[in-house]
Nanobody, 127 residues
Framework: QVQLVDSGGGLVQAGGSLRLACAASGHTFSIYVMGWFRQAPGKEREFVAAIAWSGGNTYYADSVKGRFTISRGNAKNTVHLQMTNLKPEDTAVYYC????????????????????WGQGTQVTVSS
């Protein structure tokens, strides 16, 4: 089992920045990819970004490319999501997630392929 604790959300004005963190514990050796998803009220959970746990390859949704950066943290078993130039449409609950080995890289874009989830952290961007 893997436990994920995400943090760092808050209220920010449009154009501002926030940095989310996700700390993993437990059987972290089973993690191959860590990702971030978000869910706004009345909408489905959507992919934001992901990073390969060992090699550092990163993947982004088109809507956040150039604004968000996912990275491994200096602390062991942590992942960060640096969000800049935030827009009101970025408002959502953000969840970190992790999964083990999958056959295709594209699997990391879909929430159904993730095994473990954090509790979520609210990000609100005011206009």
């Amino acid at each position: 089992q893997v436990q994920l604790v995400d943090s760092g959300g808050g209220l920010v004005q449009a154009g501002g920045s926030l940095r989310l963190a996700c700390a993993a514990s437990g059987h972290t050796f089973s993690i191959y990819v860590m990702g971030w998803f978000r869910q706004a009220p009345g909408k489905e959970r959507e992919f934001v970004a992901a990073i390969a746990w060992s090699g550092g390859n990163t993947y982004y949704a088109d809507s956040v490319k150039g604004r968000f950066t996912i990275s491994r943290g200096n602390a062991k078993n942590t992942v960060h999501l640096q969000m800049t130039n935030l827009k009101p449409e970025d408002t959502a609950v953000y969840y970190c997630a992790a999964h083990g080995p999958r056959t295709y890289v594209s699997a990391s874009y879909y929430a159904r392929n993730y095994d473990y989830w954090g509790q979520g952290t609210q990000v609100t961007v005011s206009s």
